[in-house]
């Protein structure tokens, strides 16, 4: 069964910067997207950016240019780093896989992997004004 951990919320001011990480487990295949979503209280959640077996990116319209997401297969471990963090960007960070055939892309201005997401339990990101 896939896992998922993240790691590396925190609290910073606006401006600042953050790299969230998740190390993924119980999946070997070659074939995946994966991706950051986050959630705002009393908001439902969004897809901020994903990245699949392929390479392609998929990034919601606001965190273009701000945020990058990478990974590093050796270490089967996701990242998103985040700059010029603004106090909207405030809310719960989780990381999602979909393993298996997938694409990520963009629809409606988030990001999205086709297919069915496995979550982790998130990470929390506060950025003060």
Known sequence: QVQLRESGGGS???????????????YTG????MGW??????KERQGVATIDSDRRTS??????????ISQDNDKNTLYLQMNSLKPEDTA???CAAVPGPSIAFSFGGYARCVGRNYWGQGTQVTVSS
């Open 59 to 68: 990034y919601a319209d606001f965190v273009k240019g701000r945020f990058a």
């Open 37 to 42: 979503f986050r959630q705002a209280p009393g």
């Open 12 to 26: 910073v001011q606006s401006g600042g910067s953050l790299r969230l990480s998740c190390v993924v487990s119980g």
């Open 92 to 94: 719960i960070y989780y």
């Open 30 to 33: 070659s074939s995946y997207c």
